[in-house]
């Protein structure tokens, strides 16, 4: 007869590993609590984030692991906390991630909305920063281009709200059609504001939709911030993916980690068949000879456009499709990278 405890459980739990960690539950302090009634274990695990990409190994590891002790029933549940980095960015913000592109018309920011709003879906609270002055569409994306910034008693800028994530952008703050002719110095003060004088809150990730490019407002934020990391944007076309070389390159000059690649409009599908109309697997191919994480790929698709344009992205429009479950698949791979990212940088104990 099987000897269940919870001191033997919890040895038996340091058998399972985080994978992208490499560490045991136990040492990474992952293990909330256990309950054993007569043959009967129950375990609350705490993910390093809520879009965990291996949870379900992790929960099938835990289950084998268990049942081999001589668990007949095994309850497994998941609550999570975002690990920082031993020093925040900025105060009650864990993670900064630039999202950039070599040049415009690639969708950087349709993927930074619903990279954006997927993190949320997952539980992980989010602030979402249209840093793309001269050209803010993040009010349209989330359907708040009629909203407009206010101030609290300190004078911070109050974010929008609208599917689980906190906006600012320049949209709602300057008048309609207004076009910014700002140079260097005006911008930097206006994104020293964005950062610094704005209300975010408690935030597991704060996502920068940057200017395509490489200029002012690039430079200006990895002085004012620690980033966390950029991800590139491009897709798969080899015009876009040199430019986006050019982004990989200026996050690398600023020493700032380059955390993944996007493909976005990887392929068109339709009755089955793919299309690859601008090339097949150019992000993929930078990925690798950049030697950095290829996050995922997006298909070209009617409702991604859609959304943008009517304000309700594809992962709360249409939450099962191909095209919205490829968003929540390269959210969670980003949330991964973090996580494995804020480990490494912990204080040696």
Known sequence: MSQLSEASVLEALKTVKDPELNQDLISLGMVERVEVREEKVSVKINLTTPACPLKEKIEGDVRSALEQLGARQVEVQFGAQVRAPHNLPLPGIKHIVAIASGKGGVGKSTVAANLAVALAQEGAQVGLLDADIYGPSQAQMLGLQNERIRVDEQKRMLPLDRYGIRLVSMANIAPPGQAMVWRGPILHGALRQFLQ?????????????????????????????????????????????????????????????????????????????????????????????????????????????????????????????????????????????????????????
Not at 197 to 202: C, F, N, R, S
Not at 248 to 271: C, H, K, P, T
């Open 197 to 349: 004088e704005v209300a975010w809150g408690e935030l597991d990730y704060l996502l920068i939709d940057l200017p395509p490019g490489t200029g002012d407002v690039q430079l200006s934020l990895s002085q004012l911030t620690r980033l966390s990391g950029g991800v590139i944007v491009t897709t798969p076309q080899p015009v876009a993916c040199i430019d986006a070389e050019r982004a990989l390159d200026m996050f690398r000059r600023v020493q700032v980690e380059v955390l993944g690649i996007v493909e976005n409009m990887a392929y068109f599908e339709q009755n089955g068949q793919r299309t690859y109309i601008f090339g097949q697997g150019g992000g993929r191919r930078m990925a690798e000879q950049h030697k950095t994480a290829f996050l995922g790929e997006i298909p070209l698709a009617l409702s991604v456009r859609e959304g943008g344009d009517n304000g309700v992205p594809v992962v709360v429009s249409h939450p099962t499709a191909p095209e919205a479950e490829a968003f929540r698949q390269v959210a969670r791979n980003l949330a991964g990278r973090l996580s494995v990212q804020a480990q490494l940088l912990l204080p040696m104990a």
